[in-house]
């Protein structure tokens, strides 16, 4: 049985913890919350330490010092975090949900959630390339996170 299956979030040591994260890339892009309804809006604007090309950080051991607001994801703040990807490997294991086939875990291969046409690789922009008040343009409902 993979560990995955087994073990919590809690459980899951430091090199299973983060072989989950499957590199959509999209926790890294800008949301904005509806002041009115508290809906949450994924853009496709993204973090000015996100790597488009490879939807990795290109300075993730010190992410929190260059961008403060960085919500470092921990097994006890993962079902508390109703923005995160609905399909976040943290999320649909707290959800008790399996792994989608093209998760790298699944599949064996990093690049199968790109081939899948889930991540956000080169179709972002960065956030210092964007004015605030024009963040509102840049609304995206990403492949996988279309509403039920």
Not at 55 to 79: A, M, Q, S
Request: negative net charge.
């Amino acid at each position: 049985m993979p560990f995955w299956t087994k073990l919590t979030l809690a459980q899951m040591n430091q090199d299973q913890w983060e072989s989950l994260c499957d590199g959509c890339g999209k926790c890294c892009l800008i949301r904005l919350e509806d002041d009115d309804n508290g809906e949450i809006h994924t853009t496709d604007v993204h973090c000015r330490l996100f790597d488009s090309a490879t939807c990795r950080c290109i300075n993730y051991p010190e992410r929190k010092k260059h961008v403060p607001d960085c919500i470092k994801l921990t097994p006890d703040k993962v079902g508390q975090l109703h923005w995160l990807p609905r399909t976040c490997a943290y999320r649909l294991i707290e959800e008790g949900k399996p792994l989608f086939d093209w998760h790298p875990l699944i599949s064996g291969d990093p690049n199968s959630v790109h081939e899948a046409g889930i991540s956000v690789a080169n179709q972002t922009i960065n956030e210092d390339k964007v004015r605030l008040r024009h963040l509102v343009r840049h609304i995206k409902v990403w492949p996988g996170e279309e509403s039920d």
